[in-house]
């Protein structure tokens, strides 16, 4: 039960942590404190305790633990598979322009140095890949496409089995960013044809600061560590390893197989009334795909209103712009302008992410507050 007022809508930015999850973590705090690379029996009871974590992610995602490499996050995992894996001559990137600036920043950085190309790929009005393009962007030089199973801003939702199948036909390699999708609708990395898989734990009632990459087998002999050190995790990323956060992502992985069914049904309702509510404002619309969407993200423009001076009146209903702000200006979101919003449309829009922590209660203290506010803004 909330009792401080706050209401919570921005789950796609971080969740708030499981109970069970901290519980699983305290002791390898305080009790079970060894190193996990310690040749001591200590050592190897922690060791042990970090295998079964390493099983339970990988349970998840339908994949095989010598295929994880544990990171500090996402953007850890993205930046050790784009300047991590080569194969051959090939140079050449291709990456939708809705990707996360994770992967935008780093593909960007590394054609910088002149060491890659990159071909930037527009998306379909839905936000959705058209297949005709991809292909033609695709060629015997491209070593690695980018693309995300989940947008984080919109939700929308990729065909990543036929992306994969397009991609490997040129032989290349897909990278496919799950950090939205992983712990909240089912994936399944080897049945899609991914290469590589970054994600992280915090998005689904996890640690912050714990992630991981999963890396094919297939990739085995083309991947080069990008720290290196003491050798841990099978000299792939050195680094004494972070055990608490490892069993933390551990659990919510166990948590997330268990329960996702009924989470889903769960979110989906409470984000469909929030919807059904707030579409009735006049003027405003969805963006991104409607059919083709993860059910807790939902990315609304209500025209005429500008986001920050509305997330502002919110006060303790935290919610997401659609726009990157900085303190001296705002601009409008990369991802809703390649969808062919206008800028005044872009800066208008507002990204509601829910989690299993939301209520019915919440939703419709959130409605009526968020009406209140566009009609004295407007």
Not at 250 to 268: F, L, N, P, S, T
Not at 283 to 312: A, K, M, W, Y
Request: proline residues 2%.
């Amino acid at each position: 039960m909330n009792t401080n007022g706050k209401i919570y809508l921005d789950n796609n930015a971080t969740t708030r942590m499981d109970e069970r999850v901290l519980q699983a973590m305290l002791p390898f705090f305080t009790e079970t404190y060894e190193n996990a690379g310690s040749s001591h029996l200590a050592g190897f009871t922690v060791h042990e305790h970090v295998e079964n974590a390493a099983w339970q992610v990988a349970e998840l995602i339908g994949a095989q633990p010598e295929e994880l490499v544990f990171t500090s996050g996402a953007t850890e995992a993205i930046n050790l598979a784009l300047r991590g894996i080569s194969n051959g001559s090939r140079n050449h990137f291709v990456t939708a322009a809705t990707e996360h600036k994770a992967v935008l920043d780093t593909a960007d950085d590394l054609t910088r140095n002149g060491k890659y190309s990159q071909t930037l790929i527009p998306v379909q009005r839905d936000g959705r890949i058209d297949f005709r393009i991809l292909n033609d962007a695709v060629s015997e030089n491209t070593l690695m496409v980018n693309i995300m199973m989940v947008n984080n801003e919109t939700g929308t939702l990729q065909d990543i089995r036929k992306i994969s199948e397009i991609v490997h036909a040129k032989g290349g390699f897909l990278l496919c960013d799950a950090t939205q999708a992983v712990g909240k609708i089912p994936v399944d990395a080897k049945g899609l044809g991914i290469d590589l898989m970054p994600f992280s734990a915090h998005k689904f009632h996890g640690p912050k600061g714990m992630g991981a990459l999963y890396i094919s087998g297939r990739l085995k002999n083309h991947f080069t560590s990008q720290i290196t050190g003491g050798g841990q995790q099978n000299n792939r990323r050195s680094g004494t390893l972070n055990v608490p956060g490892i069993i933390g992502l551990g659990k919510a992985c166990e948590i997330a197989r268990q329960e996702m069914q009924q989470d889903q049904v769960h979110i989906k309702e409470l984000r469909d009334y929030l919807e059904h509510e707030l579409l009735s404002t006049e003027g405003s619309f969805i963006n991104g795909s409607v059919d083709n969407r993860i059910h807790t993200t939902s990315n609304i423009c209500f025209p005429g209103i500008l986001s920050e001076q509305f997330i502002l009146a919110l006060k303790t209903i935290s919610v997401s712009s659609g726009s990157a702000c900085s303190s001296v200006t705002a601009k409008p979101s990369h991802v809703l302008k390649a969808l062919g919003l206008a800028d005044d449309e872009a800066l208008s829009s507002i990204r509601f992410s829910l989690g299993k922590f939301s209520t019915l209660e919440e939703i419709k203290t959130a409605v009526t507050r968020i009406r209140a506010i566009i009609q004295q803004l407007r």
